[in-house]
């Protein structure tokens, strides 16, 4: 499986931005997608996550209200984190991930990475 997001950049606090994440490969078995985050010195931390079946999100307090974590309308495996009302501790590196369940075995799979860096 093989994971990419991209849309990161550089905005000022306020600002928008979507992020988009698409996953490929043998991708029968994810189970959730979703959005997670480490900024610099930080420990990395979950900002949003969507299971592939019901479609049940879960967003970290910090950003719920602001932030929404979507799939693509034609396929289930390219999700999307809208965020809006940007803030300066929003500014991390977000990695997208793909969770894979085949009894008894999990796998996760990791994009690169993309700096989304926010500006007071």
């Known amino acids: 499986v093989h994971v990419v997001e991209s849309g990161g950049g550089l905005v000022q606090a306020g600002d928008s931005l979507k992020l988009s994440c698409a996953a490929s490969?043998?991708?029968?078995?994810?189970?959730?997608m979703g959005w997670y985050r480490q900024a610099p010195g930080g420990q990395p931390e979950l900002v949003a996550t969507?299971?592939?079946?019901?479609?049940?999100?879960?967003y970290a307090d910090s950003v719920k209200g602001r932030f929404t974590i979507s799939r693509d309308v034609a396929k289930n495996t390219t999700i999307y984190l809208q965020m809006n009302t940007l803030r300066p501790e929003d500014t991390a590196v977000y990695y997208c991930?793909?969770?894979?369940?085949?009894?008894?075995?999990?796998?996760?799979?990791w994009g690169q990475g993309t700096q989304v860096t926010v500006s007071s």
């Open positions: 490969g043998n991708t029968f078995n994810i189970t959730s």
């Open positions: 991930n793909a969770h894979m369940e085949f009894f008894p075995w999990t796998q996760d799979y």
């Open positions: 969507r299971t592939t079946g019901d479609g049940s999100t879960k």
